[in-house]
């Protein structure tokens, strides 16, 4: 009885550890010039809770189901890209969104669309800073949009 047992729970074992498996996947993410993206989203497509992020080089390495056969790359600014899984390594190169971009107004506490924003707005344009002889950014704003205090 004993034997039958054990021989039971062992059979079981390397059942689950078959089955259960998940594969580990790493690659990197680039953009159209080839230059490393760091903070790209990297997930198995469908379940962005299974994800990572790039890093500083533009690195990744996740752990996927066995049965996963498709990662997505997203990054603002550029445009989702899909990815068949084939091996360990799935490299990716994004191309720049240009729709995107021009339609996202920089809010102090996040991003809206330009025909949702409500109330005044102010613009700076680079031709008014290119003039002003000053050493940084922020001191070419200070005084440029009203209400804005840039320290």
């Given at each position: 009885?004993?034997?039958?047992?054990?021989?039971?729970f062992?059979?079981?074992?390397?059942?689950?550890?078959?089955?259960?498996?998940?594969?580990?996947?790493?690659?990197?993410?680039?953009?159209?010039?080839?230059?490393?993206?760091?903070?790209?989203?990297?997930?198995?497509?469908?379940?962005?809770?299974?994800?990572?992020?790039?890093?500083?080089?533009?690195?990744?390495?996740?752990?996927?189901?066995?049965?996963?056969?498709?990662?997505?790359?997203?990054?603002?600014?550029?445009k989702?890209?899909?990815?068949?899984?084939?091996?360990?390594?799935?490299?990716?190169?994004?191309?720049?969104?240009?729709?995107?971009?021009?339609?996202?107004?920089?809010?102090?506490?996040?991003?809206?669309?330009?025909r949702?924003?409500?109330?005044s707005?102010?613009?700076?344009?680079?031709?008014?800073?290119?003039?002003?002889?000053l050493?940084?950014?922020?001191?070419?704003?200070?005084?440029?949009?009203?209400?804005?205090?840039?320290?």
């Amino acid at each position: 009885m004993k034997k039958l047992l054990l021989s039971f729970f062992l059979s079981f074992c390397v059942i689950t550890s078959v089955f259960a498996q998940d594969k580990p996947i790493s690659g990197k993410v680039t953009s159209g010039t080839g230059e490393p993206l760091p903070g790209v989203s990297v997930y198995v497509k469908g379940t962005p809770a299974n994800g990572t992020q790039t890093n500083a080089s533009g690195e990744y390495r996740l752990t996927v189901p066995q049965n996963a056969n498709t990662l997505t790359f997203t990054f603002v600014g550029y445009k989702s890209k899909d990815v068949a899984i084939r091996g360990n390594t799935v490299n990716a190169n994004l191309e720049v969104d240009n729709t995107t971009l021009s339609d996202v107004v920089v809010v102090g506490y996040g991003t809206q669309s330009k025909r949702d924003l409500l109330g005044s707005q102010a613009r700076v344009t680079a031709a008014e800073m290119k003039d002003r002889p000053l050493a940084t950014v922020e001191s070419a704003l200070q005084g440029k949009a009203p209400g804005v205090f840039i320290n």
